[in-house]
């Protein structure tokens, strides 16, 4: 029981003239929420629906609870819930129906009167599916993919067009999930998603992996110093002006990012050799703070470019 919930070797898929993944490796524990983070097509959807069954990669290999999607897909169904982006549910079906009809392929499912009222679908259990809202239509999906109290469940995008009360409701039942032991491995292009969520997160870039780890590995846990200025500025200059051992460095858009290797050492002094420089420069620093790098810093960092400008 120790091989992880899902294991992706050099996976690689193509579409015609196309390299969507182009040697894609990671590991997903156990019981715990993995997430694929990456801008639009990163191949993050094409690499879940292969360890799903659903597509056939060009070379590589994948496991899947020690499984081959391909080959085992039998032996899988009944241990792994899906969460299609494009919902995988018929137009005309409603949605408490849908629920009960899922429910009637497991031995012990989640009732389905739980399910609709822990998502706020009460009031729409009797609507058919083509008439539900995107939102209302994402969380039936969600609903279906648990239902069966899976060991493994694969979530597209679970998020992607619901508010910011759906939003908090399906992070709520993913944290449970993962509570239970459930192994969780999800796709998004919200940082903030995956900050929240994610024990661990895989980040995804021209169907690659350019950085894997707990978000505090990832964004190192440690303050930095963050200023925007013209382009250009002399950072050597401002490096010798800093205490201890340190680094400045210049990212597009003029934005300067300082940090020093002393855990201690991005204090108040810090901050003040920092404004003191800028003063006898001449330089007015805009937006500066002291903070912990988010993901997305990571993903500009590693890329150049902004998540959410990709
Ligand atoms: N069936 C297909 N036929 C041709 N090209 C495809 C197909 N599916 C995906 N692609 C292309 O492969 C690349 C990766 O797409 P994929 O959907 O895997 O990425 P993604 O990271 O999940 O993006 P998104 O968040 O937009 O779904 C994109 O360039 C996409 O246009």
Redesign the pocket.
């Known amino acids: 029981m120790d091989t992880a919930a899902v294991e992706v070797t050099d996976l690689v ?1 193509r ?2 003239g ?4 182009a040697g894609l490796s990671f590991a997903a524990p156990r019981g715990a929420v993995t997430a ?1 983070l ?12 292969i360890c799903e069954g659903f597509r056939r990669a060009d070379s590589g290999r994948v496991r899947v609870l020690g499984l081959d999607p391909a080959a085992d897909a039998r032996a899988l169904k009944p241990r792994v819930g899906v969460m299609l ?1 494009a919902g995988g549910v018929p137009t005309g079906a409603r949605a408490g129906e849908w629920l009960r009809l899922m429910a009637a392929f497991h031995a012990d499912p989640v009732p389905p009167q739980e399910l609709l009222e822990r998502l706020g679908l009460l009031s729409a259990a009797r609507t058919p599916f083509r008439r539900l809202s995107g939102g209302q239509q994402q969380r039936l999906s969600l609903a279906a993919a648990v239902i069966g109290r899976p060991e493994l469940v694969f979530l ?2 679970p998020t992607a067009g619901l508010d910011p009360q759906a939003r908090m409701a399906a992070w709520e039942l993913v944290g449970e999930l993962r509570d239970a032991g459930v192994g969780v491995v999800l ?1 998004t ?1 919200h940082m903030e998603e995956a900050e929240r969520l994610a024990d661990h997160v895989v980040i ?1 870039d021209h ?1 690659r992996v350019v950085a894997d780890g707990s978000t505090a590995d990832l964004t190192d846990a440690r303050q930095e110093l963050r200023f925007r200025a013209d382009p250009g500025l002399d950072t050597a200059s401002l490096l010798r002006a800093l205490p201890g051992e340190c680094d400045v460095e210049e990212l597009p858009g003029g934005q300067y990012v300082a940090v020093s290797a002393d855990p201690a050492g991005l204090g108040p002094g810090f901050l003040a050799t920092v404004t003191t420089w800028c003063a006898a420069n001449g330089v007015l620093p805009e937006d500066l703070r002291v903070q912990r790098r988010t993901l997305e810093d990571v993903f500009l960092e590693l890329t150049g470019r902004d998540l959410r400008e990709s």
């Open positions: 898929k579409y015609g196309t390299t969507a993944v694929l990456g801008p639009n097509g990163a191949g993050k959807t094409s690499t879940i629906e982006q597209d995008e796709t292009h995804v169907g």
